[in-house]
Antibody
Framework: QLQLQESGPGLVKPSETLSLTCSISGGSIDSGLYFWGWIRQPPGKGLEWIGNIFYDGLGYPNPSLKSRLSISFDSSRTQFSLRLTSVTAADTAVYYC????????????WGQGALVTVSS | QSALTQPPSASGSLGQSITISCTGTSSDVGGYNFVSWYQQHPGKAPKLIIHEVNKWPSGVPNRFSGFKSGHTASLTVSGLQADDEADYYCSSYAGDNTYVFGSGTKVTVL
């Protein structure tokens, strides 16, 4: 069964870059049936879709984050990463990595989430 | 991309039914039959309960049902149980491989 696990610093300074990695186990990136994505949730607030990446490396960002966002796979293709530049306190959130079923467009697997706080 | 509109809260007694709405536009809910619903308990990751407007993932009871008309989708929870007390989020495909979530509804079981 597919499992996803986020990892990365829990504290980032304002104006710096937020970096998170999602480790994949029990499944393969190399399937045309899925996107691999990131979703976040500020404390006490709702979910926000951040962006997806397809197995061929093509990224699909939320337009509101596009200028600051990068999603990529690692060379082993067992992890994918999120980089968000020039962060502010508004980027403080629990960040979830996720697998999105294409052509039906739903998240079928979520990571447990990682809290990232932006503060000096 | 604006968040889909959901009522902030809904409540019902044990055994009763509640319905949560999710209103979007012709660019998302109204344009595609790719609306999904997620249940989130405090401190936990969301869990898929409905996909493609009205389909159930394996293991989800049919007490949860979905519907869509025009730009508004809805989730009905029948036979409310204590464990149904949670936050519920809708989501829709919004074209060009982008997605949008709803604002979330907190369900209280009385």
């Amino acid at each position: 069964q597919l499992q996803l696990q986020e990892s990365g610093p829990g504290l980032v300074k304002p104006s710096e870059t937020l970096s998170l990695t999602c480790s994949i186990s029990g499944g393969s990136i190399d399937s045309g049936l899925y996107f691999w994505g990131w979703i976040r949730q500020p404390p006490g607030k709702g979910l926000e879709w951040i962006g997806n990446i397809f197995y061929d490396g093509l990224g699909y960002p939320n337009p509101s984050l596009k200028s600051r966002l990068s999603i990529s796979f690692d060379s082993s293709r067992t992890q994918f990463s999120l980089r968000l530049t020039s962060v502010t306190a508004a980027d403080t959130a629990v960040y979830y990595c996720a697998r999105v079923r294409r052509f039906a467009d739903y998240v079928d697997t979520w990571g447990q989430g990682a809290l990232v706080t932006v503060s000096s | 991309q604006s968040a889909l509109t959901q009522p902030p809260s809904a409540s019902g007694s044990l055994g009763q039914s509640i319905t949560i709405s999710c209103t979007g536009t012709s660019s998302d809910v109204g344009g595609y039959n790719f609306v999904s619903w997620y249940q989130q308990h405090p401190g936990k990751a969301p869990k898929l309960i409905i996909h493609e407007v009205n389909k159930w993932p394996s293991g989800v009871p049919n007490r949860f049902s979905g519907f869509k008309s025009g730009h508004t989708a809805s989730l009905t929870v029948s036979g409310l149980q204590a464990d149904d007390e949670a936050d519920y989020y809708c989501s829709s495909y919004a074209g060009d491989n982008t997605y949008v979530f709803g604002s979330g509804t907190k369900v209280t079981v009385l």
